[in-house]
Every structure is written in C-alpha cells, then in structure tokens.
C-alpha cells in the first residue's frame, strides 16, 4: 500500500526574507526549511516554521461524532467535532464539497455547548455562547438574533412560523420566549411560577404551544397562543415518564406519580388543552407504557393489561378509543413491541410472533391490517441522545437492522418493498433526509464520520472525513533548560515521549510508550534537569512512574503505581530537583511520595492517614523547598500540610476547621515567601487566608463575603507588591480583587461587569474562572463586561488602570481570548496568545498592552478554520505550540523570539 507523504513546497528562508525584507536570512539550526506555502498575506512580519510532522500518513480513521441532524429538506445542519473547532456546526447538501463548517461559535478547539438544534423552514436555530442563534447555512448569515446573561436556553419548538423556547437561570423565574428570527421579535412571551420549576417539554398541537412544568410543587400543564394573557394554566398533571406525543390535534403523555394519585399508578392521559379534556384514558391494571408514537390521527404505543403481556395499543383520544390492538404473540408473555416507525398512516414496527421470532410488522390501528413483513428486526435499542432512530425517504422508511450483519434497510409497509439496501461493518444511527439522500453517523471500531446514501450500495459511502487521522498531537509541552520535552503519537499509531531544540534533526523521540489511544505519558512534570511522567501498559491497569532527562540511560521506570487515576500535573509536584507525588495503594490509599529520579531515592515521605483511606487531596505550592498540600490525617479532615521530604518535616499546618470535615484549601500562590490560600475555615465559607509555615501565622487575611456561602477567591497571581484575584462578595459578582496581605489593603479593583453579573464566568481552568498573568508589571486576563464579550483586559490595580486592551472579535461575541495561556516573550513586557477576531479562525497575536500593539501575529491556516495554536511555551530561543496549517494536521511549530515584534 502506497501512503501518501505530505510535502512542504515553501522554505522558511524565502518566506522571512518576503515577510521581513532582510538581507540575510537566521541561522538554519533556528530556522529549518519546513515552511508551508502562505495562501493568502501574513498580518504581521513572523515567521513560524513547523519543527517535524511527526505522523506524516494522511489516512482516514479519525472520529468527529456528528450529531443532532436536523433537515431543512435540501440542506441538513448537524454538530461535529473537531481537533481545530472542538463541536461546533456544521452542513451538508448530501455531496462531499457541500460539507462544511458553518461557523466556529468559540473559535479554537474548546467548542460551543450547542444544546439544541432545530429548522424552521430554510433557517435553523441554535443555542451557542449563551445566545440565541440563526442560519442559512453562511457563515455571515449565521448571526446571534438576541444574547442572554448566563441563561440556558432550551426546548426549541417550532410552531405557528415562530421558534418558542424556554429560558432560565440557576434558581431564577423560568420565562418562555418567542422569536421570529430578529433582535425585535424576540420577545419574552411570560414569566413562569418559580414554585412550579422550568418546562420539561414543549409541544406545538395545532397552532397551541403546550408546557408541562415539574417543581417542587408537582407538575403544571400550561397552553400558550404566544401571548402573555394567553399563557395560562390548564391543569395539575402527573409528571411524564417521557415527552410527550402529539397526535389527532391532541397531547399525550404517559405518568406515574403516586403522590398525585396513588390509585391511579401508571397511566397514559391526553389533554385537548381544557381542564376537562385533560384526563386518564387507561386504568390502574395497564402499565409499562413505551413508544408512544403519532400515526395520523392515532396514537400507538406499547403496554401491558396484565393478561396479555407489552402488545401493540392504539388511542384515538378516548377511553374507549384506548385498546389494544391485537394480541400478536398469542399468550400472556407479549410480543414486545419495539423501534416503531411513523410512515404515512401506517406504523412499521419490531414484535415477536407466536413462534417467538422477531421480525417487522406493519399494522393501520386494526388487527386485520397488522401483519409481518419479513425476517428482519430493526434496531431496538431506541434513539440515542443527539440522533434519529429512523428517516423518511420518499415512500419508504430508512432504518438500521441487524439481521445477518449491519444494515440499512428500507420498507414501503409490503413484504415486496422491504429490502436490504447497503451492508456495512458498523453501526449506522442519526438519518436524516436531504435532497433524496439520507445522512446518517457511521460507527465501528476505528471511526465515527458523516455517511451518505441514495439507497445502493456503490451510492453509500463517507460523505467527508472531517477528522482525517494525520495528526501527531503533541501535548504536555514542557521546557526543560532550553529542551522541549512533549508527548506525541508517531504515523498514527505509535505514542512517545519526545524532545525537541526547535531543528527536525534535534526533534527525536526518547521512548515508546505503546499505540496511540491506549499508552501514553500523562501530563509531563519537570524537576531538576529532568521530567517525570507516568503512563499505563495496555490491558493492565497499574501506571508506571518514569523519569527521563532526554537520553536512553537517563530514562528509567522509577515505580509501579496501583490504580493511581493516571498521575498527572496535579498530583505530581516539581520542588527543586524533587518530585512530589501522591501514589495510591490499596492498603493505605493515596499517600504522599518523593523522588529524586532513581528507584532507590523513590519513596514514601509519610503514610498521613494509616489504613485505606487516603491522605493526600491535592497538592497548592511550594516556598522555598517546602511544599504545601491538602492532607487528611482521619481526625482533622482536608486541612494545610507543609512538607520538607521527610516524615518527621510532614506536618499539619493549622486545623482551620475543627472536626472531619476540614477547610478545604485550595488556590494557592507564593507571595513573597509566604502562602495565601482560599478555605473555608473559622466557621466562613472559603476565604483569603495566608501562612509562614507556623499555625500562629496562619490566618485569615479578610472575610470578604460574611457567612458559609464565602467568596471563593481563586486565580491567585502576584504582580511585584500585588495579590491579585478573583472573588464574588455577594453584591458585584466574580469580580477583580486585590491584597497586600492585609485587611485594609485588601480591596475590590474594579466592577468590570456592573451589578451583580460576573465578569468570569467563562473558564478552561477547570475552577470556573479563567487564569491571570504577571507580565511586565502589569497584570493581564481574559474578562467579560457584558458589552463585549470575552475579550483581553489589564490592570494596575486601579480602577481607573483597569481596561480593555482591545476588542479583538469586535461586539458582544468572544474573540476566545484566555483559551491559551499569555506568554512573556522579550523584556518589553509584550506577549504572545491564541484569539479570534471572526474575519478567521483561532490564530497566533501579539500585545504590548496597548490596542494599536495588539495585533494578529500570523495567520498560519489561512482560512476561516484557524490553525487554532495551543500549549504555548518558551523553549531555548523559541517559541513552540501546537497547530494545524490545514496541510499537515495538528503538529509542533516554532517561532523565534528574534522574530517577534510588536511595531507594525
């Protein structure tokens, strides 16, 4: 087999002297010839050059998880994933160049939470960074229609020409909205009880809106004609066991609430949205209601009287209209009806006959017209979260069955036109239709991509792989005196630790590890002049401790770690030349360890909490060669430890908290050799405290926020004289804050978001909030005031030294800034990060502080996608991170420092 080697056509030399117009090129051991070709002009006079493509196959294989495909008729959106965009939405027409990315809602590969998805006529609608979305399928006709604070938005139904949706806020009034796809027709139609908690679904029966509300005080039907006055109440109702089905210009749903009535236990109700039309339509002895399913004017849906086992019923909307429709198994052990299938009038469904084979039935609501087409059984395992079971195609139905092998299989409701179409060697799920082609998600072991078919076998196949497999994925980049040391995953198949001086000659691997996926090192910590890591052998499930200063006798197995969760950065602390680490046994749990990079010096400091239970919960900072963690010693609970490598040095700091429970440090930062810290100790909720190492001086700095709720300051970073960080004090929101390590001089810098809203909300930090960085005297980060969107700020620790810097995506919409750490490069205090500014994807910029120094360094993807460059890190005299040039998959590059300039 051929494999294709992806070629670089533009040296790097060439490329500086257009962008620069220097005489003289940098020295090749810098600057080696692996430059791309650029498609379009460069912003800014950088030169980046990619180091080594470590995987250099281009083949097929990778995974971007379509999903929630939804069909405007000639065009169908979906959500995928990937390694550039994270999930974000995408289209097809049914062809391979029709499929494409719509829009990067947060440009860079963390993906928009994109919850809901629906058409309406050729628009669609979306929920994507807090705000209300629509599109035609172009990147400039896709637009946020209306943003919302904080809120989620969800239950999209389409009805009457206008999408309703529901609305609310963590412990705030549920609203339900209309909105006719503009900024003015987006209108809050009515405010919802609080007591009576968010809709749980929306139905449209008709032209009328349906809600079913559950809270604490049960659940409430409600109809709507899209007016405020015409939002009311119809009934209490028992909560629904699953959405509800409309079907003959009626709602039904099936409930069992013994509270609202214990007699009744389970039972299907309709309601024609009058008090008196909502009602029980079966007794107490029927039950196990499932797929409830509208067929025209008749709901079908499976269940069990008791005497015959789950059968096929029906329902016209009255009680005597509710009976089962035929008894198909012949006995009380049922036919298990299953996977049914709306076609026309007809339902095509899964049921056992009375010889106990399963196979497709049909039936119109009678029992003379239910009948068996055939041996194959529809996949029964129902829809999966995000997909469809089935498609309508014309006059057939598409469906998956597993008769004899995967397949897609098509029926007209007659024994004649129910044939297998394609054989595949995976799962399909997720159809729908477009342009007289049904898409679907194809699964097997190695891949999981969009498919399409016409119906035949040479007509179905990929329809596009959005995530080729040609990546080597560089992560864990860490600088070890002037070496990179970085994990990778060579020809797609085989994962190493690397090491890298920024030349393709000194870019070599330093160990195998094993194949990509299964083995590989965790999270890389450096220490002395060397990095630890652990990974775990495939098909066992111990990890491995190792440490490597980047040549084969400096790299060594250190220790064989038992269940340990994968050590990774926050259980693996460098201090000095030593490793701290907490390393879990059975028979004592997870206890603090240290290493000194040989097997011998590789040992327990202290066993804090004997038995099985562990003593170590997380590691904060060091001062000095002392690190503080939280411990549990059994007695005092989650509490300050200090540690100097030895046992008898491993102590409890204070007991903040008296009892088992403990205070909970976390947040830390060195502060001119001494700790602060968030807990919530002395009875507060958590709060700013800070210590030397003693228990006389380990004490709280202020109590921000009075009570149990607390401030929870976080982010802590010192910028020369200042503690900076974020807290919420209950009136202004997660906001900037500032210390001096006193009371007094602990104060609130600015209200950067007014009121009570919150200008970091946002975060990839994993704490809620995003980071914030010391850079030339001034403190830099990533905020969002609520008119802007996230965007990049500073502060001097004024108020009036606290602003923008620059809109970079200009409007309420995020330039993803934060996503990536800010970098320092030079002694100007400038500095390198990852934003958008929506005229392209996720790319490199520069900032000096000031708006007219920040600027778009290079544009790497030359292309709406973005290169989308991640895990910045100084090395030697490079810059390196992690990006994808739209050539050779998410490699490692480079760019000199020498090169970078923040005058135009």
Known sequence: MNIPIKQIPFSRTLWLSLLLGCASPAPEQSAPEQAQTPTRAQPLAAAPWLVKDINETTTNGGNSYPRKFVSTGTTSFFIAATENTGYELWKTDGTEAGTTLVRDFIPGPDGAPIEELVTLGETAFLNATTALWKSDGTPTGTVA??????????????????????????????????????????????????????????????????LITSGMNGSTLWKSDGTTVGTVQVARVPKPQSPPVVAGGKLFFAAFDPSFDPVLGTALWRSDGTAAGTVPLTNPNTYHFSSLTGVGETLFFAANDGLHGRELWRSDGTPEGTEMVGNLAAGASGSNPSAFMALGDTLLFAASGTDGSRQLWRSDGTTEGTLPLGQVVPHEDGPVEGYQAYTVLGHRVIFPATYNGWALWASDGTPAGTTRLVELNGQPRGYVSVGGRVVFTFVNSSTEEPWVTDGTQAGTRQLRD???????????????????????????????????????????????????????????????????????????????????????PGTRQLLALQQSSGLGAGSMRGVGSTLFFSHFEYARGSELWKSDGTVAGTVLVKDIRPGQFSGVHGFLDSVGNTLFFQGDDGIHGGELWKSDGTAEGTVLVKDLHPGALGSAPSHA???????????????????????????????????????????????????????????????????????????EGTVRVADIAPGSKSAFYLSNTGDGRLPLYAIGGSLYFAANDGVHGQELWKSDGTAEGTVLVRDIMPGPDSSSVGTTAFVPVGTQGAFVFSASNGLGGMELWLSDGTSEGTRQLLDLAGGYLGASPKQLTLSGPNLFFVADDGVYGRELWSLALMALTVSP
């Open 466 to 552: 959005l995530q080729p497999a040609n990546s080597s994925n560089p992560s864990s980049l860490v600088d070890v005196e002037g070496t990179l040391f970085f994990s990778a995953c060579e020809f797609g198949s085989i994962r190493e630790l690397w090491k890298s001086d920024g030349t393709p000659a000194g870019t070599q691997p330093v160990m195998t590890t094993g194949p990509c996926g299964l083995e590989r090192p965790y999270d890389i910590v450096p220490a002395g002049n060397a990095v630890f890591f652990s990974f775990s052998r495939y098909g066992r499930s111990d990890y491995q401790l190792w440490r490597s200063d980047g040549t084969g």
């Open 669 to 743: 930062a060195n502060f001119h050799g001494t700790l602060f810290f968030s807990a919530a100790g002395g009875g507060l909720g958590s709060e700013l405290w800070k210590s030397d190492g003693t228990a006389e001086g380990t004490v709280l700095v202020k109590d921000l926020r009075p009570g149990a709720e607390g401030s929870n300051p976080a982010g802590l970073t010192v910028v020369e004289d200042t503690l900076f960080f974020f807290a919420n004090d209950g009136l202004y929101g997660s906001e900037l804050w500032k210390s001096d390590g006193t009371a």
């Open 145 to 210: 229609i209306k943003h919302f604070t904080s809120s989620r938005l969800f239950e999209f139904t389409p009805c009457n020409g206008a999408l309703y949706f529901a609305a609310t806020d963590n412990g705030t009034q549920p609203t339900l909205w209309k909105s006719d796809g503009t900024s003015a027709g987006t209108v809050q139609v009515a405010a919802l009880p609080l007591e009576g908690g968010p809709p749980e679904s929306i139905s449209c029966v008709e032209g009328t809106l349906f």
